[in-house]
């Protein structure tokens, strides 16, 4: 199977799926990044735009070129924290649009629906959403003001562990204005793995940058975690000695069958439109399994082939892809 790679974790919209009192925090959050500052509002049109790929049109041919064979979305509902500006569009609207991309490209794409708990009809909205063929689990992203571990949503997953679906939970520091990262803690995750043992859940970016080690301890010794490298080809490109010694450490703790690949590549004609970036990371992860400056090879091409695909067809259930 270690000619086999799903992107386990990446995304395809168009700006205008996204909320505006999101897209206008990421405005701030841009206008801020240099001297002189910059009104937000003067590039809040030009947001995301260059992020844009709503056919998936580039997705795919970006796919074709890597040897990608299919790809997870991870959907995200930012319609309760983005909401405080202007018009958004709806989650279940949303949910719906990924199922008919997927089935646009059926074989290639499927997805994990958002769901924010807070909403008034959240039951209703999961029902729904996990009634999609392609749907194959639900994405939760608590740093948007919500907790895990709230009795109030203990429902969604009883829900999640009686459809024996899974659950990818962002776990990452990153995210700025107007996300509460706290949240996304790998020991709130933690915690939900002791109170639903039995829950198949994924650690989205596995902390990087800052949370790394304690995403990988909170996975450690729980049968159905999984840590989830996408946006470590950061880390990679940067310092390719530590990514090997870091993917070894988790090798030897959890398991090369708990780790799964993914990117979050954002793609449109300004992120990778050609799938350059997709390819250099596909090849740095193949090298774990090859000798590197006088460092022995990380995993067997066994142990790749379930980091590039087995891990994610056993996580999502892709049958199609075992």
Same mark, same amino acid.
């Given at each position: 199977?270690?000619?086999?790679?799903?992107?386990?974790?990446?995304?395809?919209?168009?700006?205008?799926?996204?909320?505006?009192?999101? $897209?206008?925090?990421?405005?701030?959050?841009?206008?801020?990044?240099?001297?002189?500052?910059?009104?937000?509002?003067?590039?809040?049109?030009?947001?995301? $735009?260059?992020?844009?790929?709503?056919?998936?049109?580039?997705?795919?041919?970006?796919?074709?070129?890597?040897?990608? /064979?299919?790809?997870?979305?991870?959907?995200?509902?930012?319609?309760?924290?983005?909401?405080?500006?202007?018009?958004?569009?709806?989650?279940?609207?949303?949910?719906?649009?990924?199922?008919?991309?997927?089935?646009?490209?059926?074989?290639?794409?499927?997805?994990?629906?958002?769901?924010?708990?807070?909403?008034?009809?959240?039951?209703?909205?999961?029902?729904?959403?996990?009634? &999609?063929?392609?749907?194959?689990?639900? /994405?939760?992203?608590?740093?948007?003001?919500?907790?895990?571990?709230?009795?109030?949503?203990?429902?969604?997953?009883?829900?999640?562990?009686? $459809?024996?679906?899974?659950?990818?939970? &962002?776990?990452?520091?990153?995210?700025?204005?107007?996300?509460?990262?706290? $949240?996304?803690?790998?020991?709130?995750?933690?915690?939900?793995?002791?109170?639903?043992?039995?829950?198949?859940?994924?650690?989205?970016?596995?902390?990087?940058?800052?949370?790394?080690?304690?995403?990988?301890?909170?996975?450690?010794?729980?049968?159905?975690?999984?840590?989830?490298?996408?946006?470590?080809?950061?880390?990679?490109?940067?310092?390719?000695?530590?990514?090997?010694?870091?993917?070894?450490?988790? /090798?030897?703790?959890?398991?090369?069958?708990?780790?799964?690949?993914?990117?979050?590549?954002?793609?449109?004609?300004?992120?990778?439109?050609?799938?350059?970036?997709?390819?250099?990371?596909?090849?740095?992860?193949?090298?774990?399994?090859?000798?590197?400056?006088?460092?022995?090879?990380?995993?067997?091409?066994?142990?790749?082939?379930?980091?590039?695909?087995?891990?994610?067809?056993?996580?999502?259930?892709? /049958?199609?892809?075992?």
């Amino acid at each position: 199977m270690s000619d086999l790679v799903i992107d386990a974790h990446l995304h395809v919209w168009d700006a205008s799926w996204l909320p505006e009192g999101l $897209r206008l925090a990421w405005a701030r959050q841009g206008a801020g990044r240099r001297l002189p500052e910059r009104d937000p509002q003067e590039i809040l049109a030009h947001v995301s $735009r260059g992020q844009s790929d709503p056919e998936a049109r580039l997705t795919i041919a970006a796919f074709d070129r890597a040897g990608v /064979k299919a790809g997870v979305v991870p959907v995200v509902d930012w319609t309760v924290v983005g909401a405080p500006a202007g018009e958004h569009l709806p989650i279940a609207s949303l949910n719906a649009r990924y199922e008919q991309l997927c089935d646009e490209h059926e074989g290639r794409l499927y997805f994990a629906a958002g769901l924010d708990p807070r909403h008034a009809d959240a039951r209703a909205l999961f029902e729904a959403a996990v009634a &999609h063929p392609h749907c194959r689990g639900v /994405k939760l992203y608590p740093a948007a003001g919500w907790d895990l571990r709230d009795p109030d949503h203990a429902w969604l997953f009883e829900a999640l562990r009686e $459809r024996d679906l899974p659950v990818v939970v &962002h776990c990452s520091p990153l995210g700025g204005d107007p996300l509460q990262t706290i $949240r996304s803690r790998p020991a709130e995750i933690g915690a939900l793995l002791a109170a639903y043992p039995t829950l198949r859940v994924s650690f989205a970016h596995a902390g990087i940058e800052a949370w790394w080690a304690e995403a990988l301890d909170c996975a450690t010794g729980w049968q159905h975690a999984y840590l989830e490298l996408s946006l470590w080809q950061r880390l990679a490109q940067r310092d390719y000695p530590e990514f090997r010694r870091r993917v070894r450490l988790m /090798k030897e703790q959890i398991g090369a069958h708990r780790l799964v690949f993914g990117s979050d590549i954002i793609r449109g004609p300004r992120e990778d439109p050609e799938g350059d970036e997709l390819v250099r990371w596909i090849s740095m992860v193949r090298d774990l399994a090859a000798p590197y400056d006088g460092d022995a090879p990380v995993l067997s091409a066994e142990e790749l082939g379930l980091l590039l695909a087995g891990n994610a067809v056993r996580l999502f259930d892709l /049958k199609e892809h075992s």
